[in-house]
């Protein structure tokens, strides 16, 4: 059988092979006239890999528990100024309806890392979300084994996002401890996934407290690299109560910057690693541009937009970040919005699952498509 080859933007592979001197000097490019001909090429190749429509997937944040001791997030287990919550099958069921009705293809489940979330109960769940609703399910529930993992691909599941935040190894240990007996390596988590046949995403913060900008580059080479079907990037944004907060800052220079345009930098450039890859605007970018960031993401190379659907009791306390954007918003707001933000920009939401054209060519590749 012939392999579909992927061919590669001029603009980070002049002779057709990547090369990651490129996409370093795409992340410190400061011109204007420059940075507008890189978005322009993500716009290109993305309509032309996956299209105008962009897909709905309907968020719901099950559970604010968390073992963890995450160093940027909100949710770490030390942080006991928060109200937990953990959604019960019920709410989480009428969820899902609700996202069916606002004609969302998919739901994400998401969640701190949280065992009273048992393996059992998460693939009871999804296969009443299947039987019932018949959506895509996406989940987001951290280092689980791969006996869960396992199970829930057999339930239904259909994708999996866990990011790898960092490939700077020792930068990783420094946010995200674990101690031993607790959690899993993430390049096996996602190793796992791949060999489960799930739709695999992953990604990283930007802007992370002692990243520097050859740190990030290779994140994005690792994009490519794991072939990823799913790729979530936003801006690390700080919250006062987590470790992170007070880290060391590299020299002015090195650091990268946690902002907007670095944001669509790596969007970007993620597009023209990845053309086949489901990008979201995420909502840490709508975070820090509430007006249009989301708009200008999906301008710059994504396809995907993640409307929130859990209910409005629960969605302040889902404080990975401060400020977070929609968190007053209740579901058919949401959808309101996204509607208007993707007819303001001449795109049309997705009809259907709006699986990952990149898995649909894998399994091309390896003849089990069907
Ligand atoms: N417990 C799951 C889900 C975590 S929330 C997991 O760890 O995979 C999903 C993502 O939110 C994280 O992977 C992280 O990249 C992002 N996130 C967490 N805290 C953040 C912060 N302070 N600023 C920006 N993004 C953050």
Redesign the pocket.
Known sequence: MTTPVISYSPLIAPHGVVEPELILQWLREEDPARLEELFAEADRVRRQTVGDAIFLRGLIEISSH?V?A?G????RAANTGLTRYRMSEEEILTCAHEAKELGYGTVVM????DPELTGAFVAGLIRRIKQETGLAVTL????RTRAELEAWREAGANRY???F?TSNEELFRRIHPTPAGIGRNRFEVLRDLRELGYEVGS???IGIPGQSYADLARDIELFRTLDLDMI?T??????PD?P?ASFARLPEGEQVPSNEDMTYKVVALARLSCPLANIPATT?LATINKANGRELGLQRGANILMPNVTPVKYRALYQ??PAKACVDETARQCQGCMSRRIRSIGREPGAGAGPSPNMTRRGVEDGSAG
């Open positions: 968390c963890r995450c940027y997030c909100g949710l998401q969640a701190g890392e987001s529930l951290g280092e996002l866990i990011r935040e990604g990283v913060m979530g936003g801006p690390w944004l700080e919250h987590t992170l840490a990975i970040y």
